[in-house]
Structure formats: C-alpha cells, structure tokens
C-alpha cells in the first residue's frame, strides 16, 4: 500500500511539473535574438521624381529581404534589416540591354498578438534609406542611372506557422513609403551627381514568404 501510494505521489508530482514547465511552442517566444529571411514579388507605385514614373522605369522587382532583432518581450521585438531586390525594367528598346536593382537599409519593429500560439499574427513599422539604379547599354555604350533618398515608412503584416521550437514561416505583406532626393548620372563611365529638384513619393509593395530563426 505505502508503496502503491508514493508511486502515485511521484507520477502526480511529475504531472505537476511538466504542466508549469513551458512548452516548447512557447519557449521560441522568449527573450533573444531572432534572424528572419523573406523572399516575394515587389511592385512599383508612384513616381521617382514628378512626371517620371517608377512603373514606368520598373515593373518588378524580386526582393530578398534579411532581418536581425531582438525580442525585449515574448509580443515586441525591434531590429534592424536589408533589402535587395533583383529587378526587371520597363520600355528596354530592342538592341539595348538594360537592368535595374533596389536596396534598402534601415530600422523595423514588430508587435506578435498570439506569440504563444501556433500561427502567430503581428503586425511592423520600418524606415530606412533606399538606393535604386537604372542601366542600359548596347555595344561600347552605356547609361546608367542613380536614385537614392529617405523611405518614410515601411508597414508590414504577416503570421507566423511555428513548425519546430525555434523555427516560423508563413506569409508577410509589406507597403513601403519613399521620396528619392539625390541622383547620379554615368555615361561610358564618366558619371555625376545631381539633386532631384521636383521630388516625388513613390511605394513598393511586397508579398511573399517570411522565414524566422529563434537563439
């Protein structure tokens, strides 16, 4: 009987300690560092400067976008990021091969409302600054455009599908807000730096899949 009885002691005892512990779905969520990788489809809004379009210019992009934060909460984390989109140009005429590439450096935040849950929606805010180029070439000839200025604002949506204790992945939406100010003009290698006088808003917005990393 006695021994009966501390056998069910220990197996309550064991019960009562594996249910305050945290689970494994949860504990990805603590405090720490978190690296993110994205890849998705970027289109282009809005004007590089006024009567100059950006679709006119560009009509995708392919982004590969990097993420480094830190979560001060199991719900907040903030860091930094960098993003760079392999793009295809609009209105190449025939005979000329022309290419065209974005970057974008800056600060992002992120808000998680179900960070203990399986699918884990959030919510971020990013800016930064953003670097865009435009060439074209043919023969021994070449062109090749510079643009870069303050993107105001990046706002971002997505959730997260925890599928191992320290791994995520699931579909994110981005909207980024942005003023080129400074250009540059190369010809045959020769180039110069300009101001854009008649500044314009342009924006990118991005889908595709997010990846995440917890230490």
Same mark, same amino acid.
């Given at each position: 009987?006695?021994?009966?009885? $501390?056998?069910?002691? *220990?197996? $309550?005892? !064991? *019960? ?7 689970? +494994? ?5 603590? !405090?720490?560092? +978190?690296?993110?990788?994205? @890849? ?10 006024? &009567? ?7 009509? *995708?992009?392919?982004?590969?976008? @990097? ?23 609009? &209105? ?36 930064? #600054? ?12 070449? @062109? ?5 200025? #303050?993107?105001?604002l990046t706002f971002q949506a997505g959730g997260?599908?925890?599928? *191992? ?7 994110? $939406?981005? $909207? ?5 100010? &400074?250009?540059? @003009?190369?010809? &045959? ?5 300009? +101001? ?20």
């Open positions: 009987m006695h021994t009966r009885a $501390l056998v069910i002691v *220990a197996l $309550l005892a !064991t *019960a009562a300690h594996a249910s305050a512990a945290p689970s +494994r779905r949860g504990a990805r969520h603590d !405090t720490g560092f +978190r690296l993110g990788a994205r @890849l998705g489809v970027a289109i282009p809004m809005g004007d590089i400067a006024q &009567n100059m379009g950006l679709s006119d210019s560009v009509s *995708a992009n392919l982004p590969i976008w @990097l993420d480094a934060a830190y979560r001060f909460s199991p719900n907040f984390s903030a860091g930094i990021y960098f993003n760079y989109g392999f793009g295809f140009a609009s &209105n190449c005429p025939a005979g000329v091969s022309c290419s065209t590439h974005s970057v974008h450096l800056g600060a992002e935040s992120f808000y998680h409302f179900l960070p203990r849950n399986s699918f884990d929606p959030y919510i971020g805010l990013g800016t930064g #600054w953003e670097w865009m180029s435009l060439g074209a070439s043919a023969g021994a000839q070449s @062109l090749d455009y510079s643009f870069n200025g #303050w993107e105001f997260d599908f925890s599928v *191992a204790p320290q791994w995520a992945v699931g579909p994110y $939406l981005a $909207l980024s807000l942005g003023q080129y100010s &400074n250009c540059g @003009l190369s010809q &045959n290698g020769v180039g110069q730096q300009c +101001r854009i006088a008649s500044t314009a808003v342009h924006e990118w917005f991005q889908f595709g899949v997010r990846g995440t990393f917890d230490f």
